[in-house]
């Protein structure tokens, strides 16, 4: 600041002045201040100026688990939409599904003093959240409940999403069907298989543990689990997945085998309509997660400004959002 203040033949305080767009100062000086300081290349350092005024980095912290699934990309375009909006930068981690990774990242995050986070947890075990809730960090937990602590969450309607699903296959006459699901430790992947077993359990069929696959992450291995499922000697005639990876792989494996098997899935995905097979899918708006999400976040550092920045960063009452799903239908 001093040699841009040298070349433009003014002091420091007045080009600190022209940074801040001080309507007071004379046009033909703030001209000329601009003028050396692009000479120079200079550009104030915003982090070093918050932690001196003590206010926030402006910065807020999103961390997933897989940015290769659309579903996460979508999710953090409708953070980015609403922090976006109250001047804040959005700055993302993916974890690739690893604690260990999971737990660097915030890790860092806190050390960098973002102003909060946005996490969707890879595992149960968040005690690293907690312990930035509890240092003075807000969290908000997206896509499963907080565990061991208290933080606001957006979850999607996975029980319902998957029970109503279930329910327009068994209304249109099956009785065997597939189920594709995530890890039984991901909670949306327990929740929709708890939505798939109740609405089974209300029509008086008994789920069958030879037609459920469990802990596929990728296209190829629900696939390869789709394929396994066709070539029992009494395949499914239906399968429903949780999530458009499972329902993609299971669509390729209905194809090679030229089965006449009913598809269904969780999670909306694009060319779904294209596919050529008649194909259900339970859909919400992976955006309105994400600005849910960014909603509840700015909401917290709203009241904290408005305290004064006294507040623990645990929140006295969490507030928890839903987003509903719909039913869509393709071919």
């Known amino acids: 600041m001093r040699d841009v203040a040298q070349r433009a033949r003014v002091s420091a305080m007045t080009v600190s002045r022209v940074l801040r767009d001080d309507p007071k100062v004379l046009p033909a000086t703030a001209d000329r201040v601009r003028a050396a300081a692009a000479e120079l290349g200079y550009r104030r350092n915003e982090m070093a100026r ?57 890790e860092d995050l806190v050390a960098r003093r973002v102003d909060g986070i946005i996490v ?25 409940p907080p565990n061991g602590f208290d933080a606001d969450c957006v979850l999607v309607d996975d029980h319902g999403g998957a029970r109503t699903v279930t329910r327009r296959l068994l209304d249109a006459g099956h009785r065997r069907i597939g189920f594709l699901g995530s890890p039984p430790a991901v909670y949306t992947g327990a929740e929709r298989l708890r939505g798939f077993t109740d609405a089974l359990t ?42 458009n990876r ?24 694009e060319l779904a309509d294209v596919l050529g097979l008649p194909l259900t899918i339970a859909a919400y708006d992976s955006d309105e ?15 904290r400004a408005a305290a ?24």
């Open 50 to 106: 918050s932690l001196r005024l003590g206010s926030g980095t402006g910065l807020v912290g999103l961390v997933v688990t897989n940015l290769a699934n659309p579903f996460y990309s979508r999710l953090a375009l409708g953070v980015d939409a609403v922090v976006g909006g109250h001047g804040l930068k959005t700055v993302i981690g993916n974890t690739g599904h690893d604690l260990d990774s999971e737990r660097g990242l915030v």
């Open 120 to 144: 969707v947890p890879a595992d149960d075990d968040q005690r690293h959240l907690a312990a930035a809730a509890a240092g003075g960090v807000p969290v908000v937990v997206a896509s499963r």
């Open 246 to 269: 499972n329902t993609i792989g299971a669509f390729r494996a209905i194809r090679a085998a030229g089965a006449p098997t009913a598809l269904a899935g969780f999670d909306d995905f």
């Open 308 to 331: 004064g920045g006294g507040q623990d960063g645990t929140p006295a009452s969490a507030r928890r959002a839903v987003v509903p799903t719909t039913l869509v239908h393709y071919g």
């Open 202 to 243: 209300e029509a008086g069929i008994e789920r069958e543990p030879r037609y459920v696959r469990l802990g596929q992450q990728q296209t190829a291995e629900a696939t390869r689990a789709a394929a396994d499922l066709l070539a029992l000697p009494e395949p499914p005639t239906a399968l429903f997945c949780t999530n």
């Open 289 to 303: 997660l994400g600005k849910e999400a960014g909603r509840l976040l700015v909401a917290r550092l709203g009241e």
